[in-house]
């Protein structure tokens, strides 16, 4: 790729949104693209580096549709980014979780989540695997929120939004204590309820989200934990201060009066992660482990989940109809997926 692509990360990231993408798009729904990765550009400055890399033979304009990589586009996308995307994952939850103002002393702010996209005729089955996580307590929130109009979600399809654990790092953060994520993994139960990681991949060296790459590769084991207590689901590790241990328990105990859940001790512990004299890890759950037991029963869910912030409540008012980016949940409506509490697992 010419140094002046490499040096301009605009370029960079229309290469890869147009490398995710299974359709052509336009300027238009590459701008809000743009918009949703941090880059604000409007349709004509979207033009303008689409006719760049028309130049350069990277894309390619499909009648009034949009643009799509050409063969030359593909190859690029894939050797010139893989070295740009090694810490794009953990800059992008970073953000997330400091755009996060969640309080949960008063149950009001707003959340990270995932937004996942799934067939129409998909959604019953889908909705019953995501009930069953919620209920047994393996998820990050304990509800989640279908949501029928956003210009993000493709058609024929229904998009979920589910909790995102980085909400917790947001917590500590706004509370004075200094977190930083540092695995994704998948944790081991057993019928007796301990816990234990079998694998761990570091958010600041992967090109790729861990959360996802476990998920398309069969690695869980969600609808075994849900039926029977014991499998694998998905959790991610994040290191505070030692002496923020009272802290990080309050901001958790907080947390789970709202309807989150935590591995037993608020998710601090061992749990066969490596010990530090003066730092502390808090393991988290993953709410995409929702997603997981859908995919394990043979639903089709693109991992190339939209991650954004919206308010707390929006999750407990029911099925939204409006775009979630720009509507307020309204009242009076139902709420999805609520469960009883389960006994926590505990570290090994």
């Known amino acids: 790729m010419s140094p002046s692509i490499r040096s301009e990360r605009k370029y960079l990231e229309l290469l890869r949104i147009l490398a995710e993408s299974h359709e052509p798009l336009g300027a238009k729904r590459l701008s809000e693209k743009m918009a949703e990765r941090g880059f604000v550009l409007s349709d004509r400055a979207v033009q303008y580096y689409l006719q760049y890399l028309d130049e350069m033979g990277f894309t390619e304009k499909i009648g009034n549709r949009g643009r799509i990589l050409t063969e030359a586009g593909t190859a690029e996308s894939e050797s010139a980014l893989v070295d740009e995307r090694i810490g794009f994952i953990i800059s992008r939850l970073e ?61 024929g399809h229904v998009g979920i939004m589910t909790a995102c654990s ?52 069969g690695l869980t084991a969600i609808n075994r934990l849900v039926t029977t207590r014991a499998g694998v689901a998905l959790a991610n590790v994040r290191a505070v201060p030692a002496a923020a241990r009272d802290r990080v ?19 601090i512990g061992e749990f066969n992660l490596p010990r530090h004299p003066y730092r502390l890890s808090v393991v988290a759950f993953s709410g995409m482990n929702m997603v997981a037991n859908a995919v394990e029963k043979g639903y089709a869910i693109p991992p190339s989940s939209r991650s954004s912030s919206g ?38």
Request: aromatic share 12%; with cysteine; hydrophobic share 35%.
């Open 311 to 348: 308010f707390f409540s929006t999750f407990f008012f029911g099925r939204s109809t409006a775009s979630i980016t720009s509507s307020l949940p309204r009242e009076g409506s139902t709420s999805f997926g609520r469960g009883p509490p389960r006994p926590n697992p505990r570290p090994v």
């Open 249 to 267: 328990e309050e901001a958790a105990g907080l947390m789970m009066e709202c309807g989150f859940t935590f591995p037993a001790g608020n998710g």
């Open 95 to 155: 953000q997330l979780s400091f755009r996060s103002t969640f309080n949960p002393a008063t149950g009001t702010g707003s959340v990270a989540y995932n937004l996942s996209f799934v067939r129409e005729e998909d959604l019953p089955g889908v909705t019953a695997a995501f009930d069953e996580v919620a209920e047994s307590g393996y998820g990050f929130l304990s509800t989640y929120r279908i949501v029928d109009a956003d210009p993000r979600i493709p058609d």
């Open 166 to 217: 980085v909400t917790l790092d947001g917590v500590l953060q706004k509370m004075g204590i200094p977190a930083r994520l540092e695995y994704a993994g998948r944790m081991a139960v057993d019928e007796n309820g301990s816990a234990g990681f079998l694998d761990l991949i570091g958010y600041r060296g992967t090109s790729v989200d861990p959360l996802h790459l476990f998920i398309s590769a």
